[in-house]
C-alpha cells in the first residue's frame, strides 16, 4: 500500500522540523515536501499533489486561511489545520473549515511537554483519518440543493429544546446553521464537536461570531435558557435534565468524550417528542444511535446535507437508520429550527 503523501506548512524551521519527525514516525507517512509560507505551500500543493497538507495557521504573506482558500481552488487537497492554542489562532484555524480545510488539531509543542505524545499521536491519527475522505473542490460555497422533507409535516408539542452535534468539518456547518438564528430564539441550543481539547474556548468564541445568539460553555446545573448556545467542554458528556445541564465524566462512549449519542439519548429521555436533534459532518456514526432512541420518543431529526459536508460520515450514519426527517444544507438547518421552534412571544 502506498503511503500517505504529506506537505508540511510552517514559517519556523524548529517547528516544521518537529511535525516532519512526527509525522515520519509512522510508518504509514511520508512528507514529501516542506513550506515556509502561504504562497510557496500553494504553489508546493499544486507541484506535488500530496495527499495531505498540514498547514500552520500564521505565515508570512499569506495566512493559513487563505492558502488553505487558494489550494481548495486550484490544487484541491486534504487541509489539516494545525494551530497553537491563542484563541484567536484557533479561531483562524476554525474558519479554514468554511473554505474546505477538513479539521484542526494542537501544533505538539515539543517533547518536553509532558502533553507531546498525545499531541503527536492525535496528529498522526488525524493525517491518517483524513488521507481517507474524498477531496471537495472549493471554488465557491457548496452548491445550494434544494432541501429534502423525508416525513409529513411534524405534528405534536412545539420544540421546546435543540440539540447539534459534529466532528470532522463541523465547526463551519454549526457557525452557518447558528448564523440564521435571531436573538429570540424560543429554545435553548444544546452542541457537542469532537475536537482537541485545547481548542473548546477557542470554539466557543468563533461560534459566538455567527449571529445574534449568546454561545457559552455548558456548565453543570445551569439553568436552560432560549437562545443561549451550551457548548460541551472538554472531556466531558453533555446532557441534561428538566431544564437544566448535565455534565458526565462517564467513560467515554464510541472512543468519544463529549459523545454525540450520550447528548442525544439524554434529550430524548428528558424531552422526547419536545426535541430537535441535528447531525451535522463528521467523520463516523457517532450520534445514531441516540437519534434513533429520539426519533423513537417522536422527536425530530435532521441531518446536514451529503452535498455540503466535508465529511459525510455522521450525517449519513443517520440517513441510513432511517430516522431523519430532514436532509438540509447548514443554512436552511438554521431557517428550520426557526421554523419549528419559532420565536420568543
Excluded at 475536537?195 to 477557542?202: E, K, Q
Aim: proline share 8%; with cysteine; hydrophobic share 50%.
Amino acid at each position: 500500500m502506498s503511503p500517505i503523501r504529506v506537505l508540511v506548512v510552517d514559517d519556523s524551521p524548529t517547528s516544521r522540523a518537529l511535525l516532519v519527525a512526527v509525522l515520519e514516525r509512522a510508518p504509514d507517512i511520508q512528507v514529501v515536501g516542506q513550506a515556509a509560507s502561504g504562497r510557496e505551500a500553494v504553489q508546493l500543493a499544486q507541484a506535488l499533489r500530496p495527499d495531505v497538507v498540514s498547514m500552520d495557521v500564521q505565515l508570512p504573506d499569506l495566512d493559513g486561511y487563505e492558502a488553505t482558500k487558494l489550494i481548495m481552488t486550484y490544487a484541491p487537497t486534504r487541509v489539516i489545520m494545525v494551530s497553537g492554542e491563542r484563541v484567536e489562532d484557533v479561531q483562524r484555524a476554525l474558519a479554514a473549515q468554511g473554505v474546505g480545510a477538513l479539521a484542526a488539531v494542537a501544533k505538539p509543542v515539543g517533547p518536553a511537554s509532558p502533553r507531546f505524545e498525545a499531541e503527536a499521536r492525535a496528529l498522526v491519527e488525524m493525517v491518517q483519518i483524513m488521507s481517507q475522505v474524498e477531496v471537495v473542490r472549493r471554488v465557491a460555497p457548496p452548491r445550494r440543493a434544494p432541501g429534502r422533507r423525508l416525513t409529513p409535516a411534524r405534528k405534536g408539542p412545539k420544540p421546546s429544546l435543540v440539540a447539534l452535534a459534529a466532528s470532522a468539518g463541523g465547526p463551519a456547518s454549526l457557525h452557518a446553521v447558528l448564523a440564521r438564528l435571531p436573538r429570540d430564539f424560543a429554545a435553548p441550543l444544546l452542541v457537542v464537536q469532537h475536537i482537541a481539547r485545547d481548542f473548546v474556548d477557542g470554539l466557543v468564541e468563533w461560534l459566538g461570531t455567527a449571529g445574534p445568539c449568546r454561545v457559552k460553555m455548558a456548565q453543570a446545573r445551569e439553568p436552560l435558557l432560549p437562545g443561549v448556545v451550551y457548548v460541551a467542554p472538554s472531556d466531558l458528556h453533555l446532557s441534561v435534565a428538566r431544564g437544566q445541564v448535565a455534565l458526565k465524566d462517564t467513560p467515554p462512549q464510541g472512543g468519544f468524550r463529549p459523545a454525540a449519542d450520550v447528548l442525544f439519548a439524554g434529550v430524548a429521555d428528558v424531552y422526547g417528542a419536545e426535541a430537535v436533534g441535528v447531525v451535522l459532518s463528521g467523520m463516523g456514526s457517532d450520534g445514531a444511535n441516540g437519534l434513533y432512541k429520539l426519533a423513537r420518543a417522536g422527536g425530530t431529526v435532521v441531518a446536514q446535507s451529503e452535498a455540503s459536508s466535508p465529511v459525510f460520515g455522521m450525517p449519513q450514519a443517520a440517513i441510513e437508520a432511517g430516522i431523519v426527517s430532514y436532509i438540509l444544507e447548514p443554512d436552511a438547518i438554521g431557517l428550520l429550527l426557526v421554523e419549528l421552534v419559532g420565536r420568543l412571544a
